[in-house]
């Protein structure tokens, strides 16, 4: 009975961990299912943005949607798909996956209707806020920035330094 008490308390943490990254898992896969008509593109001044970004990185977007003043700002592409066009968008694998504390999910998307085949690698970090999962930061290993938050943060800092403060 020691033993099974023992493994029992072992064993919380691991299964506790388990739902949390199943709970990411939905929330990354319903971001996803958005893409289904060719058309659609994430409305980041949309009603709801602020349940898909973090405020610090809803904040950044925002103002550089702002400050491009109605043109292409510093982010002139959909960051979720880092495509202009996500037709033909379809999700091959999301991998959730935790380090240093901080929680990941790797998605791993096709362009199935480009020529040749596009492949893409996509991580979300992703934070809990008041019981809600939110993108923190987007990194795209194949782009030369990136890291979306930090990208965004430089260049606005570095063009409009009144406005990042």
């Given amino acids: 009975m020691k033993i099974i008490s023992v493994l029992i308390i072992c ?3 691991i299964l506790g961990c388990a ?4 709970k990411v898992y939905q929330f990354v896969s319903n971001l996803y299912t ?3 008509s060719d058309s659609t593109i994430l409305a980041f001044n949309g009603p709801r943005a602020d349940t898909i970004f973090s405020q610090e990185l809803l904040k950044l977007i925002r103002l550089d949607e702002k400050l491009a003043n109605g043109e292409n700002g510093y982010l002139d592409e959909d ?3 880092s495509c202009q ?3 033909g968008l379809k999700v091959n694998k999301i991998t959730i996956t935790e380090k240093n504390g901080l929680l990941y999910a790797e998605v791993k998307i096709i362009f199935s209707r480009s020529r040749p085949i596009v492949k893409k690698t996509i991580i979300l970090q992703i934070k809990e806020i008041k019981d809600k ?4 930061d987007i990194i795209d290993s194949s782009s030369s920035n ?3 938050f930090k990208f965004l943060a430089k260049s606005l800092a570095k063009n409009n330094p009144d406005t990042t403060k």
């Fill in 133 to 136: 999962w939110l993108i923190d």
């Fill in 85 to 87: 066009d996500p037709g």
């Fill in 34 to 36: 958005n893409y289904k």
């Fill in 146 to 148: 990136p890291s979306l």
């Fill in 79 to 81: 960051p979720l798909c």
């Fill in 11 to 13: 064993l919380l943490p």
């Fill in 19 to 22: 739902k949390e990254n199943d």
